[in-house]
């Protein structure tokens, strides 16, 4: 026992194993390279099942990333998101039209009335007058409140386009009893009333290219002059590049310019007027 106690305790030493110092940061890169080909792999499948005009638009930007080049959309400031409309595309904005105003409460009481249609200068937006007015009071170059709902749901989707407009003025061919105030002069104020109305309702300033009294020089239905199918409100959606010559086609169409009378300016109310337009 007493050379039990003069034995040095024993001391047990336990060292840590390290690893073979720093393997560096490789596996980082190769898992960073293997994210980036998945990704630009998802991309190609998703251009591959993509429309014609998706594909254009990252190929425009691809060529032109500034955006100042001839792009599927507007490179215009705050013009909304919505794309240019030509030839291609004009159906999508007519049906896309179609399902804004089926949406309006009162659809069911004026859809008779309004008709859209593509031609060689744009989509032509007719707003068909009744017997007793639609949209704008009987006589007057005033919209009614129907009227107003619709050329404001209108202008909530043209005024996100970058496309110019013409609004046209037409009526039948009644005469007013007034010689100082004619169809020129209502066909022209109600041009412009719309035109006031739309542009407090989201379309552009710069983007109203013209504005058209016609009173009773295109009627809808010539064979019945005063008919209330002649009295009208059309907006045309222009192209932002016509199709091959459909637009001189449709020049040839309408009348002489001496025909035509651009509204400015035409505030004055009629004194005197008959019933109907």
Do not use: C
Not at 245 to 267: N, R, T, Y
């Amino acid at each position: 026992m007493a050379e039990d106690k003069n034995l040095a305790p024993i001391i047990i030493i336990k060292k840590k194993v390290g690893h073979g110092g720093h393997h560096g940061g490789a596996w980082k890169v190769a898992y960073a390279d293997f994210v980036t080909a998945m990704m630009a792999l998802f991309i190609v499948l998703w251009l591959l099942s993509s429309s014609e005009q998706v594909k254009k638009a990252v190929g425009g930007y691809f060529q032109d990333p500034t955006g100042n080049g001839k792009l599927m959309g507007s490179n215009m400031s705050g013009n909304g998101s919505g794309i240019s409309i030509d030839a291609a595309n004009m159906d999508k904005l007519k049906e896309k039209l179609e399902q804004a105003m089926k949406a309006m409460p009162q659809f069911e009481k004026f859809k008779k009335n309004v008709q859209i249609i593509i031609t060689g200068e744009g989509l032509r937006i007719e707003m068909l007058e009744g017997e007793k007015g639609m949209f704008f009071e009987s006589g007057k170059p005033s919209p009614s409140e129907q009227g107003k709902e619709l050329l404001a749901k209108l202008s909530e989707e043209l005024g996100k386009l970058p496309n110019k407009l013409l609004i046209e003025g037409h009526t039948d061919a009644k005469p007013y009893a007034s010689p100082t105030y004619t169809n020129w002069e209502l066909s022209a104020d109600r041009a412009n009333a719309a035109r006031r109305m739309m542009m407090e309702s989201g379309v552009r300033t710069d983007q109203v290219a013209q504005v058209r009294g016609f009173a009773d020089q295109q009627l809808r239905k010539p064979d019945d002059p005063e008919s209330p199918g002649n009295r009208r409100i059309t907006v045309i959606v222009q192209y932002v590049t016509p199709p091959p010559g459909e637009a001189d086609e449709e020049d040839e169409k309408k009348p002489a310019s001496e025909g035509e009378k651009k509204a400015e300016g035409h505030g004055e109310k009629p004194t005197e007027k008959k019933s109907g337009h």
